[in-house]
T-cell receptor
Framework: AQKVTQAQTEISVVEKEDVTLDCVYE???????LFWYKQPPSGELVFLIRRNSFDEQNEISGRYSWNFQKSTSSFNFTITASQVVDSAVYFC???????????FGKGTRLHILP | EAQVTQNPRYLITVTGKKLTVTCSQN?????MSWYRQDPGLGLRQIYYSMNVEVTDKGDVPEGYKVSRKEKRNFPLILESPSPNQTSLYFC?????????????FGPGTRLLVL
């Protein structure tokens, strides 16, 4: 069965702290894609990153970084030097290559306190 | 400007009254998809489409229909809405099988079925 688990329902950190959002996935497929999305309080969904299963390189984009480890089936997201504008719900998601159906985790609500 | 548009943004209707939520993208994307978002359940995929005249069920297709007669449009049809379809709906589009594709989301449609 395919599944995405975001064990952290809600996290609060003080501004400028680093924070890591966990994502653990389950799939038997060898080819799949992993995603992170951001949903700020305004409600829109913003695509952050896509990573395919053959590319385990870590990704850095400004203050955002992603750590993909197939050995632990994890695709964790770290925000460095967090800012209040990072407050949002963050979703991790999985697409299996064979059917392109997407499965989302239930999201982690992140509060950055000033 | 690259965008996905949804209409209406807000809708209140009554049980059994057929409705259609439109979704349109201007990026010539092959892949389009519908999601619903509910508290505690996160995002769930309803239907997706890989191209014109090609549609597939997501995780929660019951009670919904879609069509893809043109590449740019992917309407979501509720033939006989019920209160359990009260939700926030998102449409999205992306290129297919591109290495670093971005998925674009519409602004969301908030539906209340009485």
């Amino acid at each position: 069965a395919q599944k995405v688990t975001q064990a952290q329902t809600e996290i609060s950190v003080v501004e400028k702290e680093d924070v890591t959002l966990d994502c653990v996935y389950e799939t038997r497929d060898t080819t799949y894609y992993l995603f992170w999305y951001k949903q700020p309080p305004s409600g829109e969904l913003v695509f952050l990153i896509r990573r395919n299963s053959f590319d385990e390189q870590n990704e850095i984009s400004g203050r955002y970084s992603w750590n993909f480890q197939k050995s632990t089936s994890s695709f964790n997201f770290t925000i460095t030097a967090s800012q209040v504008v990072d407050s949002a719900v963050y979703f991790c998601a999985l697409i299996m290559n064979r059917d392109d159906k997407i499965i989302f985790g239930k999201g982690t609500r992140l509060h950055i306190l000033p | 400007e690259a965008q996905v548009t949804q209409n209406p943004r807000y809708l209140i209707t009554v049980t059994g009254k057929k409705l259609t939520v439109t979704c349109s993208q201007n990026m010539n994307h092959e892949y389009m998809s519908w999601y619903r978002q509910d508290p505690g359940l996160g995002l769930r995929q309803i239907y997706y489409s890989m191209n014109v005249e090609v549609t597939d069920k997501g995780d929660v297709p019951e009670g919904y229909k879609v069509s893809r007669k043109e590449k740019r449009n992917f309407p979501l049809i509720l033939e006989s809405p019920s209160p359990n379809q009260t939700s926030l709906y998102f449409c999205a589009s992306s290129l297919v099988r591109e290495q670093e594709e971005t998925q674009y989301f519409g602004p969301g449609t908030r539906l209340l079925v009485l």
